[in-house]
């Protein structure tokens, strides 16, 4: 009976061994040829958050995910994609999450309308306040 959970857990193990000595993408340490795209590739990669860091973007990161992010991002602007067209594909891949810099969405806005009823509503606070003081 033993030998048969040694043998599930093996099989189980294997998979995921074998998922960590997978070698990066070509373009994931590597940059492109042409000295403008690589700038546009470059500058987009610092825009978009590594998913496993989160608190580094893809330019940055050495996880593998990054890694595999900067290779789609450099295959992507090579293949003559601008790089909001990239942007709109990871965003549509992985999420609004990964971007730094958020678009106004139907399901984002409420980002950008509570700041700004914050302040209009504190606004009104301290007008009210100071009025009846005056």
Do not use: N
């Not at 958050?49 to 593998?64: E, G, T, V």
């Amino acid at each position: 009976m033993k030998g048969l959970f040694a043998l599930i857990a093996m099989m189980i193990a294997l998979p995921v061994a074998a998922q960590q000595s997978v070698p990066p993408a070509p373009y994931a340490y590597r940059q492109l040829e042409d000295p403008v795209l690589e700038a546009e590739a470059q500058e987009l990669m610092e825009t978009l958050r590594c998913l496993k860091c989160q608190s580094q973007s893809i330019a940055d990161s050495d996880a593998a995910m990054a890694g595999d992010m900067r290779h789609q991002v450099r295959i992507r602007i090579a293949s003559g994609e601008s790089p909001e067209e990239v942007r709109s594909w990871l965003v549509e891949r992985y999420g609004d999450y990964v971007s730094y810099e958020p678009v106004l969405s139907t399901r984002t806005w409420p980002l950008f309308a509570v700041p700004v009823i914050l302040v209009l509503v504190a606004g009104m606070l301290f007008w009210r306040r100071f009025r009846r003081r005056g």
